[in-house]
């Protein structure tokens, strides 16, 4: 009988550890049928985490030292900006600047003259630009400098509709993307600035054969076609009737760039769906194809294709094996339209640069719009409207790493370690906990515009 009991007993005991054990797994891993099986339930479960995001992503707005430091650099120009310093030496300053770890050194003290001159020097030469798929003019500042200029298609309240990459580039998306670096504290994209001319009186007086053989005349204003896959005659862009044209002139880095199709590219066709649109396993063949640091980067540019919304990166150029961030024309298409795809990188990896992941902490409690809203000219490119659709981003990627941190190991890393060859990083939960700085708190679930 005694022996009979200890029998009992033990199982008892047995049964008791095997059901406890059972309930402290649960705790950890999700249950089979709650985890996404397609990329649509992955972003259903974002805006799920969107509606109970914690306080500590609403926190007070901190400032941003990179960003004050960029503005105060632009402020000490003044109307003398180009006479102050020859220009041959701002360009010589500016073309310096291209390295394995930026485009721009945004702590220059001479970076508010050089965008002073970006937007004022005189045009010596006008030259088409037959890179890419939309009208651009290369164009050469006094001192010898070239840069590309990106003319003005739309009104800035017009909506784009259709699919991510729909309608011509947006110049305000190119200068709006710079400003974006900065607050990032990314300088990966090239010096961008608003900048009004003439195409009868700046331009074609100095244009080349080639420019010239793609100009015309319509309505007693000048216009160029240009020469790229959707540049049509029929469709020109012109002088206004003040013989003005505005768009966007962007420093043109003199360095070669290797260029790389996107892992994540599109197929551009409505019935044809990608490898990545399809799989939510599709990170873990990427891992196999490239390494870490440069998934890292991919991880970098989506996230600030996402706040821009621009869809269309189906290459991506590198310049001493760093992802640099240009052609940034296609973003600020709709404000309210969040096309969540393009961060698939983030969620389907579920990795993050520890320097990126402080930088958006940076930029929350309406960190974002306050500096934004600091920059130079930017009520010409940028609607209130979309300033709020990047506030509402800034979140969702929030929700995205949330999502990340439920279902997934996720890993936030520090810099690369070039002597090693190895990447340091800190494990998941706690390093995420200890950024934000404060406990789970929730608030109540805020509205979205736009899901569609």
Known sequence: ???????????????????????????YLPAIERLPKTNQDVEEAIYEELSRLPESYSRDALQLNSAERFLSNIKRTGRWGLESVPLQQLWAEANSWPSDSQLTNLSSALMGRILYSLGHARITKADLDTRGTQLKILLTLMGEQECVFKPKWYPIEKSIEGPVYAGKDRYGSEI???????????????????????LKYDVLPVATNRLLNVSLEKENRSCVF????????????????????????IFNVRKSFSSYRSPWQRTYKKRKKAAWEDSVDYCSAVKTRLHKKRLLDLIDVAIFDFLLQNGDRHHYE?????????????????????????????????????????????????????????????????????????????RLVFATVEFCKGRH?????????????????????????????????????PTHQGKK
């Open 226 to 249: 240009g020469q790229c896959f959707y540049c049509s005659k029929e469709d020109p862009i012109c002088d206004n009737e003040g013989n003005l044209l505005t768009g966007a002139v």
């Open 176 to 198: 709006v993307g710079f400003y974006l670096s900065v607050l990032l504290d990314k300088p990966f994209v090239p010096a961008s600035v608003e900048r009004t001319i003439s």
């Open 409 to 445: 190991d996720m890993r936030i890393f520090d810099r690369f370690c070039h002597k090693s060859g190895h990447f340091e990083f800190a494990l998941h939960k706690p390093l995420i906990g200890s950024l934000t700085g404060l406990a789970g708190k929730t608030n109540p679930s």
């Open 1 to 27: 009988m005694f022996r009979k009991r200890i029998v009992l007993v033990v199982a008892l005991l047995v049964l008791l550890v095997f059901f406890c054990t059972l309930q402290h797994l649960q705790g």
């Open 318 to 394: 590198t310049l001493d094996d760093s992802i640099v961030w240009l052609d940034n024309g296609k973003g600020l298409g709709n404000p309210y339209v969040q096309h969540l795809d393009i961060l698939a990188p983030l969620y389907q990896c579920c990795l993050i640069r520890k320097k990126m992941w402080q930088a958006l902490l940076s930029l929350a409690g309406g960190a974002l719009s306050k500096y934004m809203k600091l920059m130079p000219d930017i009520q010409n490119v940028l609607t209130e409207p979309h300033l709020r659709a990047m506030e509402q981003r800034l």
